[in-house]
Structures are given as structure tokens and as C-alpha cells.
């Protein structure tokens, strides 16, 4: 990317995004000179756009952007450092590519590339798989930022903040990663084929306790009255599917109990594929009504079956006013390996 471009490009950056970065700026600057002010508030929009909109721009690779930063803030040029540290592994190359250090975050680029065939591609996933080992206490995050089709690589940003606040100061960090997904599959907000008004007429359904309750999830923020002991452990006993809107995703149960409408989703291969599924009702008005909560829980027969349950808070006589409506989800594929690469910030 040549100078002229590296502006232009600056424009793809919200202007939302950039005043709010102006104006942090000028909270932690306070600089006197209106030059000086400026430049320090370009190079942060500089640094925001290198690291916020999924282009790494790698001082090694890109003289010019180098230069161009250079010249507004040397101090900000000095963020970056180029890493090139790699390893392979079933056919899979992980490369810590750069870093960069402020404050108290620690940003780094990581990127993957398929050396034998395609298995990464846009929706590339690590899959809460990888491992931040570092010698001091953080939070850490990992998010793709960027798919080059041209190299077949997925490039990654992982954050690392000191919960302590102060600054990162060095020292080694391990990156690693045991398996990542691809091949991703969507349907979103598609129609479903039962009515929910029918669905709470069913007879004979049947109720258990759940031995394995995995969580809960409120719609809204959880009643401050309820305790964890107040939690609903009563699930719908799961039966032969009802309907299938995508595959290794099933409907298994419905009914109504305690004042709400059960509809219980079942899925398999969530822990290799993420497979998952969300349910919600419409009104004749078309807005959209998410479950009340839902209940997260497991069984492990043959092969093991997560289950989530929706609880909708809308009277029986009710229902007829509403349709069924889901999003389901995916992967084709997961890819298991060993990749650790160790490097100093």
C-alpha cells in the first residue's frame, strides 16, 4: 500500500470512531501546540485503523506506510514490531506476524494458512481453542480480522489487557492453538414450521429433571429476586424430532407448563462443529418476541446431545397471534493440530 493510498483508505474508518479517538487523545495529551496535538491525534487514527479494521500493515512489508507514520509521530512507528515467528502442523502454518504494545494492551497479529488444500477459508474459527500464556495477570481476546482468497490466509487479532492496569513492560508470550472450525453454515431468521399455538395443545408430553444443566440465558437482565437455587430444573423429556431445520439440528419437544410455552432444540456436535440454533416468535405485526430464558442441558447416550430449551411467557389462548422463527448454525469442518509458537513483545 503506497502513501496516497494509505490515506485514502483512512476513509473506510467511521467518523464516529475517529472523533471519539480525537477526543481521548486530547483528554491524555493536553498539548499546548496545535502541530503537535495533530500529529499525536492522526497517529492514533492511524494506529486505529491498522488494528480495527482487519489490514495489517507491517512496517517490514510496507515501507511506506512506515514512512508515512514516521513522519506525523515516530513515537507511534515504534509500535509496531515485526514478529515472524511460525510453526506447521498437519499441513497448517501459525504465524505470530507483529505486535504492538500500549499501555497496558498488547496487540497481536496471528494468522493461519492451509499449505495442503483448503480447510481455512472466510469463516475460519478458532473456536475458543487457543491459549494466551503470558507472565503477568490479563484478559485476553481473539478475533478474525481478515481473509486473503488470493494466499488462503486467515489473519487474527488477539487483544491482551492487564487486569492490574499497568502497562505491559515485555516479557515472553505463548500463543497456541489445538483446533479450529471452518466451512461455516447460516440460516438466519427463517421460518419454522410448527405453530405455536399447537405446539402447547400437545398431550402426553412429559417432564424430567435435568441432571446435567449446563446454564441458563434471560432475554433481559435476570430477575434481581431470583436465586440460583430458584432456577427451573423441569425440562420436556426429549422425543423422536418434530422438525429438522438444518442438519444435526433438531426440534425434539414442545409444551406448555408453568404459565409458559416449551420448545426444545437438540443439537449434535456442538463441541467439534458449533452447531446451535436460536428460537423466537413474531407477531402479526412482525415483531420479534425472544424467549422469556431458556435452559441449557446435556445427554450423553450414544453419542452425546446438547440440548437448549425456550421458555416463552405468553398466555395459552394467545399463541394463535404468533409464528415460529429461528437462526441455525454450522461448521463443516474441524481441524485439529498442535501449533504453539513462543516470542517477546
Not at 2 to 8: F, H, Y
Not at 122 to 147: E, H, M, N, P
Not at 158 to 186: H, L, M, N, Q, Y
Request: with cysteine; aromatic share 12%; net charge negative.
Amino acid at each position: 500500500m503506497k502513501a496516497e493510498r494509505l490515506w485514502e483508505a483512512l476513509g473506510e474508518v467511521g467518523d464516529s470512531y475517529i472523533e471519539e479517538i480525537l477526543v481521548q487523545t486530547d483528554k491524555k495529551n493536553r498539548i499546548s501546540r496545535e502541530g503537535r496535538l495533530w500529529k499525536t491525534a492522526a497517529a492514533a487514527v492511524l494506529l486505529a485503523f491498522c488494528f480495527f479494521t482487519g489490514v495489517p500493515l507491517l512496517a517490514a512489508e510496507v515501507p511506506a506506510f512506515y514512512q508515512v507514520l514516521y513522519q506525523i509521530s515516530p513515537a507511534a512507528a515504534q509500535f509496531f514490531i515485526p514478529v515472524r515467528e511460525s510453526c506447521e502442523d498437519n499441513g497448517i502454518r501459525m504465524e505470530v506476524e507483529a505486535a504492538c504494545v500500549r499501555g497496558d494492551t498488547a496487540l497481536i497479529y496471528v494468522s493461519l494458512q492451509d499449505l495442503e488444500g483448503d480447510r481455512i477459508d472466510a469463516t475460519t474459527d478458532l473456536f475458543d481453542s487457543y491459549s494466551i500464556k503470558r507472565s503477568f495477570d490479563s484478559a485476553g481476546s481473539c478475533q478474525r480480522v481478515s481473509y486473503e482468497e488470493e494466499t488462503g490466509k486467515a489473519t487474527f487479532l488477539v487483544e491482551i489487557i492487564r487486569t492490574d492496569g499497568k502497562p505491559v513492560e515485555g516479557g515472553k508470550i505463548t500463543f497456541s492453538v489445538r483446533e479450529f472450525i471452518s466451512g461455516k453454515a447460516a440460516e438466519e431468521d427463517v421460518p419454522v414450521d410448527l405453530q405455536p399455538a399447537r405446539l402447547a395443545e400437545r398431550e402426553n408430553v412429559s417432564f424430567m429433571e435435568a441432571s446435567r444443566i449446563t446454564g441458563y440465558a434471560f432475554s433481559e437482565k435476570m430477575p434481581a429476586e431470583m436465586e440460583a437455587e430458584d432456577f427451573s430444573k423441569i425440562v420436556l423429556q426429549p422425543q423422536e424430532m418434530l422438525y429438522s431445520p438444518m442438519d444435526k439440528i433438531y426440534i425434539t419437544a414442545a409444551g406448555y407448563l408453568d404459565d409458559m410455552l416449551h420448545i426444545q432444540l437438540a443439537v449434535r456436535d456442538k463441541t467439534t462443529l458449533d452447531t446451535h440454533g436460536y428460537l423466537y416468535l413474531t407477531d402479526r405485526e412482525g415483531n420479534r418476541v425472544d424467549s422469556y430464558s431458556s435452559i441449557f442441558f446435556m445427554e450423553e447416550k450414544e453419542e452425546r446431545v446438547d440440548y437448549q430449551e425456550f421458555l416463552f411467557r405468553i398466555p395459552k389462548e394467545e399463541l394463535g397471534k404468533y409464528k415460529l422463527y429461528g437462526s441455525f448454525y454450522k461448521a463443516g469442518r474441524n481441524v485439529q493440530g498442535n501449533w504453539r509458537v513462543t516470542f517477546s513483545l
